[in-house]
């Protein structure tokens, strides 16, 4: 019997934002009362500043061990901590889930991150050249194609000023002037029909007017290969620059391989960044940035101008030509032989990015919205779930259910496994290898004596080495990842990439941060990585290193009053922090960061 207090609205999966007690609770035990028991101890004060780095966090990692404090030059240990004198006799550290649904404090220290590193692609700044702002770039949207008719709200013109609060007159839905008493109905005898003008939060948004009519498989293996459509139009809009490019006379650019080989490459090349945002229907669509920059042939991995003569436009020609271009069918299926066309939407919105505070998609309103929906996955369609397995794909998959529900009965169905498996007795038997000896010898790189043809001790520590790696599973069956991703409706990659030259890393910004809250208090200023990378290889500038000897104790808070406490003052002050920037960019009469552009 333990205790749980859900800390987010019940929107998430089962189980996600509850805490549950790590010690026995006694009668008339709550909530209330555990946290008056946790603040009228002496060492509460002391326990708060210890847990303040994972205040906010939903369910916090906790680490016991060891800390040591080791001489830089010498390597000897000066000072040990054990966690057994620590407050709960653990280190707290924050999740750093980015799903605003399952922990909002750390999302929204991922989504300041992706704000900083996608807004730095644009007008400099943390290590990229300010010279990027004087590039052009370009915020297109990809649209998945449509798989039946859904309810929309359709507004052709807006007169509102905030289109989160949008109150415009919408147009019908589907209308559609009948001419006979069938001409309503689908093949299905379901109303085709719609004449409802849906508000902005009306739940039938993105749901099918018949789900019989509607391609659930074409959606979910759309969604599936969304991720190659996106990377073929990238290179499909390179060909292009790079055709247009030779037009204009420009010549290719001679650049040294790692390999020490010389070869040439266009004068042009893209950076981009996209985020991918699962529509109400649950189809992604995907949000870029494009930057185009030039080659510079002593440093091909500098950011450099492009070449004279390359503007906005010619980005934008480029994306119109590489979506209505690219399309390709899947690999057969057994219930598909042909495969399934891959191919964008009818809607492509392509629009101009501008630096500093006038323009109509300028970069803090850009690097806000994609930060905004880098926090976000399945919430858009109502259905939030952990990874499903063959015990629970029964509670959400329905061949005859919703929406949703035949979404990931297609998922589970189309990713099953195709491959007949041949028997035991049938699969041919072939000898077993026996160690063949040699005459005996030593290993050069190790010195061991052996008779054996290959050094033992060599072969098992490369295969140690390998055994730490990431296993790489291939399959025959390109479908099969369906059935690992269904909770995702069939989309299994990132939310948010970037190219590796449009801007910094999450890990730099992190390193930054670590190293500025070691130092804050300190008087020699802050120490910040961008030149050495990580804050470990400052080692030149101290004299000891903090070392954590720490292995994983468990996950959340020990009582549902610790939790209650911790989340409400991170709450106060994430709604501090928020207020202040509304106010500061109120003063400088600017769009704070989450504004969505008008291209939403």
Known sequence: MASTLDLTPR?????????????PPVFGYTAAGSAF???????????????????????????????????ATTGRVLDQRSTDGMPDAAIYTACGNRRATVCPSCAQTYQRDAFQLLRAGLVGGKGV?????????????????????????????????????????????????????????????????????????????????????????????????????????KQAAERWLAKL???????????????????????????????????????????????????????????????????????VDAFRHAAAQIAFHTPPHPDRPEGWLITWGEQLDIRPITTGIDGEVTDGMVAGYLAKYATKSTEATGHTSTRLTADSIGDYADPDGDHTARLIDACWRIGRPT??????????????????????WECPDCGTHTRYAACPVCTAARQAALDTEPASRPTTNPYARLRRWAHMLGYGGH??????????????LRDTRIAYRR????????????????????????????????????????????????????AMARERRTTGREELAHELATTPAGTVPAAA
């Open 11 to 23: 929107a998430s999966a089962r189980g996600v934002g509850s805490n549950a007690d790590t010690i």
């Open 37 to 71: 028991e946790r603040a009228t101890r002496p060492d509460y004060f002391g326990w708060l500043e210890h847990i303040r780095a994972a205040a906010g966090c939903t369910r916090p990692i906790r680490l016991a061990g060891q800390v040591l404090t080791v001489d």
């Open 129 to 233: 050249p300010e010279s990027v702002a004087a590039h052009p770039a370009v915020f297109p949207t990809f649209t998945a194609p449509s798989f039946g008719p859904v309810h929309a709200r359709v507004v052709k013109r807006h007169t509102c000023t905030n289109r989160r609060r949008c109150d415009c007159r919408a147009e019908p839905c589907h209308a559609r002037r009948p001419t006979d008493a069938t001409s309503g109905l689908c093949a299905h005898g379901r109303p085709a029909v719609c004449w409802a003008r849906h508000e902005a939060g009306d739940a039938v948004l993105g749901r099918p007017l018949c789900l019989d009519c509607y391609d659930h498989d074409h959606q979910v293996v759309w969604n599936l290969f969304s991720g190659e459509l996106w990377h073929r139009t």
């Open 245 to 315: 490019a030779r037009q204009r006379g420009i010549p290719r650019v001679e650049v040294v391989t790692a390999s020490g080989k010389t070869r040439k490459v266009s004068p042009v090349r893209l950076s981009p960044g996209k985020v991918a945002e699962l529509q109400a229907r649950g189809a992604v669509h995907f949000h870029a940035i494009a930057r185009l920059d030039g080659v510079n042939p002593a440093d091909p991995d500098a950011v450099v101008p492009p070449p004279a003569g390359f503007t906005v436009d010619d980005l």
């Open 419 to 440: 491959g007949t498996p041949i028997p035991l007795s049938e699969r041919p038997r072939e000898p077993r290898p026996r160690p063949g000896f040699v005459d005996r």
């Open 495 to 508: 939310f948010l990439t970037k190219g590796r030259r449009y801007s910094v890393t999450f890990q730099l």
């Open 519 to 570: 130092h804050e208090h300190q008087d020699q200023g802050d120490v910040h990585p961008a030149a050495g990378g990580s804050p470990a290889a400052q080692v030149g500038e101290h004299t000891t290193l903090i070392v954590g000897a720490l292995t994983f104790a468990g996950v959340g808070w020990h009582t549902t009053g610790d939790a209650l406490l911790a989340n409400t003052a991170a």
